[in-house]
């Protein structure tokens, strides 16, 4: 019962700011010596949650949703250098993205070799309606 009341207040409380989410993204951080990392969160309905994830030039990035068989979450994901704007409350982006997860693909999950070093712009919204996600980042 616990985790589902913090699942929900962190729900409403990402529901109420998730349009200031996008800027500026929050970094993804890694514990000292670890190479992955687990987001968690929720997005409302035409909403996006930003994160910024800093790797080198050849690391491997794979991005996944663990224990979900029918994800609603959908991930963009563009290279350095990107830039978020923000006008009368709407947050749109402009850069290059990642083959497999551009905008309008869908895309649930993304591994492949990073182009270049720098930090790199993960987007997260949902396919239809609202939703909670749990992204697995793996960095090798």
Same mark, same amino acid.
Request: aromatic share 6%.
């Given at each position: 019962?616990?985790?589902?009341?913090?699942?929900?207040?962190?729900?409403?409380?990402?529901?109420?700011?998730?349009?200031?989410?996008?800027?500026?993204? +929050?970094?993804?951080?890694?514990? =000292?010596?670890?190479?992955? $990392? *687990?987001?968690? #969160?929720?997005?409302?309905?035409?909403?996006?949650?930003?994160?910024?994830?800093?790797?080198?030039?050849?690391?491997?990035?794979?991005?996944?949703?663990?224990?979900?068989?029918?994800?609603?979450? +959908?991930?963009?994901?563009?290279? =350095?250098?990107?830039?978020? $704007? *923000?006008?009368? #409350?709407?947050?749109?982006?402009?850069?290059?993205?990642?083959?497999?997860?551009?905008?309008?693909?869908?895309?649930?999950?993304?591994?492949?070799?990073?182009?270049?070093?720098?930090?790199?712009?993960?987007?997260?919204?949902?396919?239809?309606?609202?939703?909670?996600?749990?992204?697995?980042?793996?960095?090798?």
């Amino acid at each position: 019962m616990r985790t589902a009341s913090v699942a929900i207040i962190c729900w409403l409380s990402l529901y109420g700011a998730a349009a200031a989410a996008c800027a500026p993204p +929050a970094p993804v951080r890694f514990a =000292p010596g670890a190479d992955a $990392t *687990d987001l968690h #969160g929720g997005v409302a309905r035409g909403e996006r949650a930003c994160f910024s994830i800093g790797a080198r030039k050849g690391q491997t990035l794979s991005i996944t949703q663990p224990d979900t068989p029918h994800p609603n979450i +959908a991930i963009q994901l563009y290279r =350095p250098p990107w830039h978020i $704007t *923000d006008e009368d #409350g709407v947050a749109s982006v402009t850069g290059t993205p990642l083959k497999g997860a551009e905008e309008g693909t869908d895309a649930t999950q993304w591994r492949g070799a990073l182009p270049a070093s720098g930090n790199y712009l993960l987007v997260v919204g949902t396919i239809r309606g609202g939703d909670e996600y749990r992204l697995h980042v793996e960095i090798r």
